[in-house]
Structures are given as C-alpha cells and as structure tokens.
C-alpha cells in the first residue's frame, strides 16, 4: 500500500451528482494527504439515515456533487506531514467529528466537543487548505461531513481517526463509528443506569424526517412517533433499539419503550426492552403512567426524537431524588422546554450529549473492545450486505423500511 504514497489514487466512487439522483460510480482521482491528513482504503462501509437525509437535501442548502458515507473501516494507506499516531497498514474507523487533542474540550473530562474538528455539515472541504481532495477530470467533488467514505479511498483528517484492534471485523465495528456509539454512549456514559435499575426509552413525538440533523446524528434516527410510514418506522427504531443495547449493557432490569405503534415491541425485545407504554391506551400523560408502573418514577431516561413533549415527559417521568434524563434528540430551532422548577428542586436531573460523550480517538477504541469481548452484539443491528457496486440498494432498503443497517462491501 505504501507504494502509492505521495502519489494521486484512481479509484471507484459512489458521487452524488444532485438531490435525490441515485449515485453514479464514477472513477475518481483521490489526491495524496496533506498536513495532518490520512490517506485510507475503505473495506467496508454503512448506510446511515442522515446520509439519505443531505442526498435528499432536504432543510438544508444542496451542495453537490458530493460523496457522502460515515459509518466506515479502513486501512492507512499513507499520512501527511505531522501524523504521528498512525502509520500505513493501521487499521481505523473515520469518525464525523473529531478530537484534535489540544483545544479545551479535548483536554476537558467532561466534554467531546472539540473545537478544531466538530462536525461542520456544511463544509465541503478540508481544513488545511480549503480544497477538495477528489476530483474527476479536473472538477472538485465535495467531501461530507470530513469523512465521505462512499469512495475506495477517501482523505480525513488524523484527529477524525479511531485507530482499532486489527482483529476486529471490519464488517461489524464500522457501524461503531456513527449512530450504535451515540445510543451507547448517551446510556452508558451520560444516563448512567446502576444494575438493577429502570430505564425508560423514549421515540415519542411528532418529529418529520426533516428533523434537525443533529437530532438524526446523535442517534442516527427517530424511533416510534406518529409518522408510521415504512421510513419513519424503520429510522425511529435505529435509536431506540441502540439505547436500550446501552441500558441491557449497563444492567437495567427494566427497560421500558414508549412508542406510538404496539407493534414495534415484539422487535424493540431483541434489544433488552422489557415492557412497552404506548401513550395512546392512556387518558393521562405519559410521564404519570411511567410514575405509576415504577412506583414514583424511572431511575432514567432516554429521549430520542427531538420533541419537546417527548423530552418534557422523559424528564418528568424520572423519579425524584436522584432521576436523570438525558436528551439525545434536538428540538425545531423555534421551539422551547416548558416544565415546573419544582422539578429541578426535587433533585431531577436534565442531561443532554453529542456522540454520546465518546472522545473519537481516546475512546471508540474502547468500545471496539466490548465487541471483540462479546460485551456488545452488532450483527443484530446488521441486516443486508450488498456489493458497492449496488450501493443504490442501501438507499432502497432504507427509504423503504426493510432494514437497520446495510453493509456495503468495498470489495468482490
């Protein structure tokens, strides 16, 4: 592989070439890394909605021609100047945001919001020089979000790389790098169950697919609101199934889904939910219901949707004293949070995060780990493969509801 570094890649590329078109495999010409940049072969990357969601540019300004993708597993091809921690050959997850290791936030505990390298959704370019790393015939083609792993070879800069385990399957762990690690994280490390607790997991509200894109980002989706069509049933469930993975994790001994559609919990089981509320078999508030089924209220909550009446219900559904609510989901911009401060002054605790606290580099690792020590399933979220050259097929399976998460397989 280190004989092609220094060097321009031809290769295969799955371009967006405007709005809602399906991809075109293109050859494109991947230009070498520069400053700080790494050089990576996708082997295998994943279809995540918010993928589907800047493709269908929609509530958000078109740029095009671009190559999207996010969920991914490579392997160092070749670095540029300054790269250090990583060499050809290094097997990695590209990440959407990014730790640069030396801002505030990098060298904070608390926080992953680095400063230099947090998502930019709008930024089709790389940061050392303000240019596009592929081209065809000389055109620049757009990158998405610092990652575009829908190309054979894609340029990303070195703080949004997680160097993994080289055991680890490729084929499973990419889909570490987006939506299963925000669930997890947003359970594990901000939530917090203690063994033997209860959790409720919440995809209520009336959220469309244009919902805000970090509201898709943080979970990758919005489980169960009133929307029933395939898409929606199929996003919504994404979510929640990741944060209840979080919750059996962590040891809860209920797990309690709200949903909108009963007919999600047969599936929602598989993922360690225990009980289902839908708020629709009730004359009362949803929140009351909770309090009564758990004797005053759940030790925590997740809300997935970016509603404001989901997130208001997640957290006044958590029990005094020592209930935390964590919200996953961002409201409209115009919206507001309503609810008592006797709330807060009965030791309720509002929580929210970003990637489900998890620092790229320092911490992905880690959670590679739990696969690899069967502490974490993946296949479950993994229903499809197919080839990249049918790469169009992902998009079909997804806008139609039929699965989770599609692999697309770089090679053969």
Same mark, same amino acid.
């Given at each position: ?55 269908? &540019? *929609? ?7 671009? #190559? =999207? !993708?996010?969920? %991914?597993? @490579?392997?160092?091809? +070749? ?111 901000? &939530? *917090? ?7 409720? #997991? =919440? !995809?209520?509200? %009336?959220? @469309?697919?244009?919902? +805000? ?111 935390? &609510? ?87």
């Amino acid at each position: 592989m280190s004989s092609t570094a220094g060097q321009v890649i031809r290769c295969k590329a799955a371009v967006a070439w405007d709005a809602g078109k399906p991809l075109v495999m293109e050859e494109v010409e991947v230009a070498p890394p520069q400053a700080m940049e790494v050089r990576l072969k996708i082997l295998f990357t994943s279809l995540c909605h918010t993928d589907v969601y800047f493709w269908e &540019a *929609k509530g958000q300004a078109p740029l095009f021609p671009r #190559i =999207f !993708g996010h969920e %991914a597993g @490579g392997i160092v091809e +070749s670095v540029g100047e300054g790269v250090t921690d990583l060499k050809p050959g290094d097997h990695v997850l590209p990440v959407f945001t990014g730790e640069c290791k030396e801002c505030r936030h990098c060298k904070s505990e608390e926080s992953n919001m680095c400063d230099l390298l947090r998502i930019n959704t709008d930024r089709g370019v790389m940061l050392n020089d303000g240019k596009s790393r592929f081209s065809i015939r000389g055109q620049p083609i757009y990158h998405f979000v610092g990652t575009s792993t829908f190309s054979e070879y894609t340029v990303v800069h070195v703080g949004c790389l997680a160097k993994i385990n080289p055991a680890a399957p490729l084929d499973k762990v990419c889909v570490l790098s987006c939506g299963i690690s925000t669930g997890l994280g947003a359970t594990l490390n901000v &939530a *917090k169950p203690k063994k033997g607790s209860s959790v409720a #997991i =919440f !995809g209520l509200g %009336a959220v @469309g697919l244009a919902v +805000s894109f970090f509201s898709i980002i943080r979970l990758a989706s919005n489980f169960p609101i009133q929307n029933v069509d395939a898409e929606a049933k199929l996003v919504r469930f994404v979510s929640i199934s990741q944060a209840a993975e979080g919750a059996r994790i962590a040891g809860a001994s209920r797990i309690i889904g709200v949903d909108l559609n009963s007919n999600r919990f047969n599936e929602a089981k598989k993922f360690g939910v225990t009980e289902f509320v839908n708020p629709k078999d009730y004359k009362k508030p949803v929140q009351e219901v909770i309090a009564e089924m758990t004797n005053g209220g759940v030790d925590r909550s997740v809300e997935c949707t970016g509603s404001i009446n989901a997130m208001i219900s997640a957290f006044e559904c958590v029990h005094d004293g020592w209930g935390v &609510a964590v919200l996953v989901g961002v409201p409209n911009k115009d919206d507001s949070f309503k609810t008592h401060p006797m709330n807060f002054l009965n030791e309720k605790t509002l929580k929210g995060t970003f990637f489900g606290n998890y620092k790229p580099r320092s911490d992905i690792p880690s959670v590679v780990e739990k696969y690899m020590n069967k502490e974490l399933e993946l296949e479950k979220f993994i229903t499809h493969e197919v080839p990249f050259s049918e790469i169009n097929k992902a998009f079909d399976y997804m806008l139609s509801g039929e699965g989770l998460r599609c692999i697309i397989r770089m090679e053969g």
